[in-house]
């Protein structure tokens, strides 16, 4: 008679004893564990991802200016200067909102 020594099994079924079809059971079971875990993680990746992305304010459009120079100074009209005027609110805008 051969004394086979008893090997720790570490959690899984022994293959004496008909511990076979366990292990098979346990098998069949956790690729769909893993599978839904995995789109758990992907998914909430997803969502955290989305969550952080912002948009970003558009630049305004440039104002077209009819500009003069007189004794080395730029003069514009009334009505260039306030376009320049919001022009520049604008891009304040832009700036405090990144």
Do not use: N
């Amino acid at each position: 008679m051969w004394h086979v020594p008893s090997l720790p099994s570490f959690g899984w079924p022994s293959p004496v004893f008909g511990g076979w079809p366990a292990a098979a059971r346990i098998a069949r079971r956790r690729p769909s564990a893993i599978t839904s875990t995995m789109i758990l993680l992907i998914g909430s990746i997803i969502i955290l991802t989305a969550c952080a992305t912002t948009t970003r304010p558009a630049k305004p459009t440039k104002p077209t200016l009819d500009a003069t120079t007189h004794d080395g100074m730029v003069c514009f009209s009334q009505q260039d200067a306030t376009q320049l005027g919001v022009y520049i609110q604008q891009l304040e805008r832009v700036i405090k909102a990144r």
